[in-house]
């Protein structure tokens, strides 16, 4: 039997018009849901842009959160513990859609669908918290009570299955954790590392305290 492993649901939000029109379906400040199976972010999945500057091209994606693009990104991160069997269901699931990451599709429509509280099958499409939501149906995980094609990002931060380990800046916690090997864009500020520690700590204290 194995210790458990810990996987990550990363909320951002970017301030795009594009992220603009997308708060407008959801009703949430952080309206991009991605999963992460390591705290470092380095392994990141969802169903966005592909090319940064056209978000209408837009499907399966590795997430890249050094990009320039999310320079002045905020987020939440969630941490969810899992067993070693969930964590190989779930990561080996999303790689076996990677290995045909062309066959994917933004799930626009089923935007709408949640606006409606109606489903729209598309094959092979997904919306961003669809996408995080089904990957943990395949290990029979369900952090939201509610079908895939229904969660929102805010329906994750407002799960009981997860727990906040961090809120502000993405570049903050890119510097923290990865330090000298997090090499910033000319456009991310850069932050101290005591100043970032402190900001977790508070978040710490405020989840000890009821008030995330």
């Not at 109606?118 to 996408?131: I, L, Q, T």
Request: glycine fraction near 8%; hydrophobic fraction near 40%.
């Amino acid at each position: 039997m194995g210790t458990g492993k810990k996987i990550y649901i990363v909320l951002t939000g970017t301030g795009t018009a594009f992220s603009g029109i997308i708060k407008w379906f959801t009703k949430a400040e952080l309206n991009h849901a991605s999963i992460a199976f390591d705290s470092g972010l380095d392994e990141v999945y969802s169903f966005g842009r592909k090319k940064v500057h056209n978000p209408f091209v837009a499907g399966l994606i590795r997430e890249n959160f050094i990009h320039p693009f999310y320079s002045t990104a905020d987020c939440a991160i969630y941490q969810l513990n899992v067993s070693d069997e969930e964590y190989e269901a779930m990561y080996n699931h999303v790689q076996g859609m990677m290995e045909n990451q062309e066959r994917y599709k933004y799930h626009l429509l089923g935007l709408i669908g949640v606006l409606l509280n109606v489903k729209f099958d598309r094959e092979d499409a997904y919306f961003c918290s669809h996408f995080v939501a089904s990957v943990f149906e395949e290990a029979a995980f369900k952090p939201v009570a509610k079908p895939s094609c229904f969660v929102t990002p805010e329906d994750f931060a407002e799960s009981l299955c997860a727990h906040k380990i961090f809120s502000g800046k993405l570049s903050y916690y890119l510097h923290l954790t990865k330090g000298s090997a997090y090499i910033p864009s000319p456009k991310t500020p850069i932050f101290s590392t005591s100043a970032l520690g402190a900001r977790m700590l508070q978040v710490s204290e405020e989840r000890t305290e009821g008030i995330v």
